[in-house]
C-alpha cells in the first residue's frame, strides 16, 4: 500500500494563449513539474511514478457509453 495522497488542486491547467499544458506533480506537498503522464490527469516526477501507479490500478477507469454498449457483440 502507498501513503501518496493527490493534491486536488493540482489538475493540470491550459493557460489563455499558452499552446501547453501546466502539469505539475499531482502528490500533495510535491513542488516538482510532472514528468510522466499516467491515466487521465495524472502526472507524476520520477520519484512518485510508482506509487501514482499503484493508485491508478486501485480507481477504476470509466468506460464510454459506447463502449458499455459495444461489448459482447460481434460485428
Excluded: N, Y
Excluded at 494563449?17 to 506533480?25: I, L
Amino acid at each position: 500500500m502507498t501513503d501518496l495522497t493527490l493534491d486536488p488542486a493540482k489538475q493540470p491547467r491550459r493557460k489563455a494563449g499558452v499552446p501547453f499544458v501546466d502539469h505539475w506533480c499531482r502528490a500533495k506537498g510535491c513542488d516538482r513539474w510532472g514528468s510522466f503522464g499516467i491515466g487521465r490527469g495524472l502526472w507524476f516526477c520520477a520519484d512518485h511514478l510508482a506509487a501514482g501507479r499503484m493508485i491508478l490500478e486501485r480507481v477504476p477507469v470509466p468506460q464510454k457509453q459506447d463502449e458499455k454498449q459495444a461489448q459482447g457483440r460481434l460485428i
